[in-house]
């Protein structure tokens, strides 16, 4: 992305539409959105001047002709409200006193005092920020402070957008007033009355925040002059705001932008463990939502903290490692069984537990598992031998055996019988029996029955 792309009006792709969202996306693609929305509108203004100037031009042959017609005229009119008629006709078509800048016609409302109808007038389009602009904003806003000074400080930077809307609404209503505004503006500051004016319209006074002496929406009214917004001064440059966001880029170090894109990173990690459908992993939906929850603190705040990324990442790590476990486990031994035998095993494994196969052996899960050990096996066995690899032991069998030599052998004797004789209580008996290619430990744990010696 450079300069070129905005003089050239070439639109960044696989970009959201519409102006920077400070709430659902992260800081870089508000800036990416930013730097569309500038295009667009250089574009669109660029169409709007060229039609304002064909415009234009009609208008001033059309005036031209008018003001010929009158000039030319060399009657003498007898007649008094002919005159009238002539007079009021040739105002309205006097530069200062044209309308322009109209969208449409209000369906209802008139102008209160010449009883015309209301025009909506095209008005500019609200500025759009991002996230760090409104903090910007918002900080301006708080040092001002309390006085009188800072307020009407406070009151003149919040106007600028409603001093452009007057300007509009000046500009396609010749002869308005600040009530007609304020009907269209705000109605909730239009309070209605019993009766009607003149023109059929519904008396009416404005709410007592207007009747202040002096009030923001008085002064503006006062000094807005009817200027179509075509002619205004623009709310919202773009070419600066564009360059702005170029500088904002090309400015950042290979590590800020990796810290730009860490929500988009959790969020697209969280949202793949989202999508997994384990049944051995009940909890996992919740811990999922946990995680959720304390990334939408995260990326809250515009000035982030790696400490807390960190955490989240540590958390997204060990769900994803028991999704992986769950995964490896259901294609070793599962092969595509989704029984609920098999699942209750593969949780009771999950959790630690020594869990008995059902079946033993010579069952589904028993015969992957041998046939699991069998492959180790034989890749161990290829790892530390050249040839012979097709030998048959005594037996007949394939020499790669289904376990491994162990290292050592344990054996566990369990009994209930009577001791020390045959008449004593049954008390159960056992023997722990260790066999190693070095020692052989052996341990017992005998109960007798002394009621009865």
């Not at 696989?14 to 800036?31: F, I, N, Y």
């Not at 697209?268 to 463990?273: D, E, G, V």
């Not at 009771?348 to 015969?367: A, F, N, Q, Y």
Request: net charge negative; glycine share 6%.
């Amino acid at each position: 992305m450079s300069s070129d792309d905005f003089y050239t009006g070439i639109v960044l792709s696989r970009v959201g539409p519409g102006t920077p969202d400070s709430v659902r996306t992260c800081l870089l693609h508000q800036k990416l959105q930013m730097m569309n929305c500038c295009i667009e509108r250089k574009k669109a203004r660029e169409e709007s001047v060229s039609r304002s100037q064909s415009v234009e031009y009609e208008d001033f042959e059309t005036e031209s002709e008018e003001e010929e017609f009158f000039e030319c005229t060399s009657e003498v009119q007898t007649d008094n409200n002919n005159t009238a008629t002539n007079a009021q006709i040739k105002a309205k078509h006097l530069l200062w006193n044209k309308p322009a800048g109209r969208l449409a016609k209000h369906p209802s409302l008139r102008l209160l005092q010449t009883g015309d109808p209301l025009y909506l007038p095209v008005t500019q389009d609200p500025v759009p920020k991002t996230e760090d602009h409104l903090e910007e904003d918002a900080q301006v806003m708080m040092q001002l402070g309390t006085d009188k000074y800072a307020s009407e400080m406070r009151a003149r930077l919040m106007s600028a957008s409603m001093l452009s809307d007057m300007e509009s609404f000046k500009a396609a209503n010749p002869g308005a007033v600040l009530e007609d505004f304020i009907r269209w503006y705000s109605p909730q500051d239009w309070i209605e009355e019993k009766g009607t004016n003149d023109w059929g319209q519904p008396n009416g006074h404005l709410s007592p925040r207007m009747l202040i002496p002096e009030n923001a929406w008085w002064t503006t009214w006062t000094s807005a002059q009817p200027v179509p917004a075509h002619r205004q001064k623009r709310l919202f440059d773009d070419t600066t705001e564009a360059e702005k966001v170029l500088h904002f880029l090309s400015t950042r170090r290979l590590g800020q932008v990796a810290q730009l894109l860490l929500p988009t990173l959790t969020h697209a990690a969280l949202y793949t463990l989202n999508l997994q459908r384990q049944e051995a992993l009940p909890n996992l939906p919740d811990v999922a939502q946990n995680i959720l929850t304390k990334l939408r603190h995260v990326t809250k705040p515009l000035h982030q903290k790696l400490q807390l990324y960190e955490e989240i990442t540590r958390d997204i790590e060990g769900v994803e490692a028991l999704v992986a476990q769950v995964n490896s486990l259901q294609l070793k031994l599962g092969g595509g069984d989704s029984s609920k035998e098999f699942t209750k095993f593969l949780i009771e494994l999950m959790r630690g537990k020594e869990v008995s196969v059902p079946d033993g052996p010579r069952g589904h899960i028993g015969t992957r598992i041998m046939t699991m050990f069998r492959d180790a096996q034989k890749a161990a066995h290829m790892m530390t031998s050249v040839g012979n690899s097709h030998e048959l032991d005594a037996g007949g069998d394939s020499k790669y055996k289904s376990f491994p030599e162990p290292s050592w052998k344990e054996f566990i004797l369990r009994a209930i019988t009577p001791r020390p004789s045959v008449a004593s209580t049954p008390q159960p008996q056992r023997m722990y029996a260790c066999l190693n290619r070095d020692c052989i430990r052996l341990a017992g744990s005998f109960s007798e029955d002394t009621v009865f010696l």
